[in-house]
């Protein structure tokens, strides 16, 4: 069992569509990071999340410590939208900072 | 600022040929990492380094070798290439400390890989 699981693995919506995408983790962590990986490869940074809730323009990612789990929600969905969904964690006494990956959620939002 | 900067973009290699894949970032962040990408498969840690000098293993060192002689590059060498080296290979680095988004890992644009 991976210590970072996502779901769904594939996700289809339509235009203006409410999506969530969900990530359950095992191990004791001190932060958890959405991340979006574009079709063409690129990686960025979406949030970073110790507690409670965060909002970046239509999306929000919120964390509940006691259940390990996060969400990443998209409201008014777009096909710009479109790409895979990364869920990282870094855990309570790692070193160097490292995260582990979940195995990311295919997202495409069709017009 | 360039960012992080990967190169070659694509390489195709035969079974036992050597290369460096270069990393390099004009960030002034003491971390790096190299990453690998299968498909359907999450990012594995290949190598890490805390700053010039130290490097460290990650989950799948096995025939792959870095260095970090200074804080803005950091090479990945593939001594004898094996097809089970086919991937996509990420670089990233991060500022230290970890408040006020510090906790962020930079991506390069990626290194495709083909061991045939």
């Known amino acids: 069992k991976n210590e970072v699981e996502q779901s769904p693995q594939n996700l289809t919506a339509q235009e203006g569509e409410f999506i969530t995408i969900n990530c359950s983790y095992s191990?004791?962590?001190?932060?958890l990071h959405w991340l979006q990986q574009h079709p063409g490869g690129g990686i960025v940074s979406l949030f970073m999340?110790?507690?409670g809730k965060k909002k970046h323009g239509r999306l929000i990612a919120t964390i509940n410590i006691q259940e390990k789990h996060s969400s990443l929600h998209i409201t008014a969905s777009h096909p710009r939208d479109s790409a895979v969904y990364i869920c990282a964690v870094r855990g309570m006494e790692t070193s160097g900072s490292r995260l582990t990956f979940g195995e990311g959620t295919q997202l495409t939002v069709n017009p | 600022n360039a960012g992080v900067t990967q190169t070659p973009k694509f390489r195709i290699l035969k079974i036992g040929q050597s290369m460096t894949l270069q990393c390099a970032q004009d960030m002034n962040h003491n971390y790096m990492y190299w990453y690998r990408q299968d498909p359907g498969m999450g990012l594995k840690l290949i190598y890490y380094s805390v700053g010039a000098g130290i490097t460290d293993k990650g989950e799948v060192p096995n025939g792959y070798n870095v260095s970090r002689s200074t804080t803005e590059d950091f090479p990945l060498r593939l001594e004898l290439a094996a097809p089970s080296q086919t991937s996509v290979y990420f670089c990233?680095?991060?500022?230290?400390?970890?408040?006020?988004?510090?906790?962020?890992?930079?991506f390069g644009p990626g290194t495709r890989l083909t061991v045939l």
């Open positions: 999340l110790s507690s």
């Open positions: 990233a680095s991060k500022p230290p400390g970890l408040a006020g988004g510090g906790d962020t890992q930079y």
């Open positions: 191990v004791g962590i001190s932060a």
